[in-house]
């Protein structure tokens, strides 16, 4: 079946540093590609999403391209914050249905 | 705009019991999924509804687990009898129509089952 590989965690890092997580998946064709965001003790909340190949998501200075030739989505972010300290899912769905297939997560410890 | 509600936040329980979870979709939200994440793991669909009807509950362990959103809102998931490995944090999401490319799901708080 579809896989998402992420990098294994955790991760620490210190404060202003830069950040990338790598993902990688397995679904053909066009799959949509996630990803979301668990702070502690809180619900999953999406950070970016990409629909399509060479598409840039964005949003709190969080950044993924879907790379269609090396089947990729890596998050990278110019300089964390403390904030940023959370665990961090990978996720796709096939352009066929609705089931978001997650990666196992890689938490990010970020210290100031 | 409220979000995806779940409860109880946790329950604690023995083997062989039963349990139920309860979840309140974004209104207007057709869609709604219940998700089981297990220590150290992504979240795995168990069950995805659209309105009342079941669109995908080929990963839901059917001998044990039950659900349904009788009137097309909210949601109720069983299990009867729990079993440790049940022992996860069970995530209801909703979208608002499901099937559209790029259709995103918002996650509730999700209810922490242990089974001792």
């Known amino acids: 079946g579809d896989s998402v590989t992420q990098m294994e965690g955790p991760v620490t890092l210190s404060e202003e540093a830069f950040l990338t997580i790598n993902c990688t998946y397995t679904?053909?064709?066009?799959?949509?590609l996630f990803w979301y965001v668990q702070y502690p003790g809180e619900g999953l909340q999406l950070l970016l999403k990409?629909?399509?190949?060479?598409d840039k998501g964005s949003n709190k200075g969080f950044e993924a391209t879907y790379r269609k030739e090396t089947t990729s989505f890596h998050l990278e972010k110019g300089s964390v914050q403390v904030s940023d300290s959370a665990v961090y899912f990978c996720?796709?769905?096939?352009?066929?249905?609705?089931?978001?297939?997650f990666g196992t997560g890689t938490r990010l410890a970020v210290r100031p | 705009e409220a979000g995806v509600a779940q409860s109880p936040r946790y329950k604690i329980i023995e083997k062989r019991q039963s349990v139920a979870f309860w979840c309140n979709p974004i209104s207007g939200h057709a869609t709604l999924y219940w998700y089981q994440q297990i220590l150290g793991q992504g979240p795995k669909l168990l069950i995805q509804f659209q309105n009342n009807g079941v669109v995908d509950d080929s990963q839901l362990p059917k001998d044990r687990f039950s659900a349904e959103r009788l009137k097309g809102v909210d949601s109720t998931l069983k299990i009867q009898p729990a079993k440790l490995e049940d022992s996860a944090v069970y995530l209801c999401a909703s979208s608002l129509q499901g099937g559209l490319r790029g259709d995103t799901q918002y996650f509730g708080p999700g209810t922490r089952l242990t089974v001792l």
């Open positions: 679904a053909t064709g066009y799959p949509s």
């Open positions: 990409a629909t399509k190949a060479d």
């Open positions: 996720a796709e769905k096939k352009s066929s249905g609705d089931k978001l297939t």
